[in-house]
């Protein structure tokens, strides 16, 4: 048993997070509407797919990775819920949230990401702008809620989290493509440990 080795599953759990970001981001910056596309993508790959990598992380004995995922898991089944329960008989009358609502649950999303970014600083620098990035996101989807989401500033925040989708896309590859040539392949910046 003792040369049994698990598969690292965090690069599943960040392209999962990074492709339903960015195709979200995308609706943010005004080329589509909010439609079933990023409702199912929401549930399935970046909720369903992300809270069984955080188990898998449990599995492997990493708590940053098993809070990390797990959270962002359902953080996309929330949001999800959060667009349709207002349209679901099934729960009875629930009122749509409105922007101060939606401002506050972004808040607590972008103070727990800020949080978890000091949990990135003796990993690698990919990592770090990972997490940087989607907390200044939600600090960005606050701030547009506030403001009452005019169109020029939705396309600013879109902008923004397309970036740092894109940004879980390419450590999620380069993971995969780098554990596969065992070697650097495309970089992720490691930090030194002193």
Known sequence: MSNY???N???LGLLAFGLTTVLLNLHNAGLFSLNSMILAMGIAFGGLAQIIVGAMEYRRGNTFGTVAFSSYGFFWWSLVLLILMPNMPFFGTVAPTDNIAMAAYF?????FTFAMFFGTLKTNRALQFVFLSLAIL???LTTKELLGNPAWFST???IEGIICGLSAVYLGIAEVINETNNETILPICPVKNS
């Open 138 to 140: 939600f600090f960005l």
């Open 107 to 111: 808040l607590m999303w972008g103070i």
């Open 9 to 11: 599953p965090a690069p």
């Open 5 to 7: 080795k698990l598969a």
């Open 156 to 158: 600013i925040v879109g």
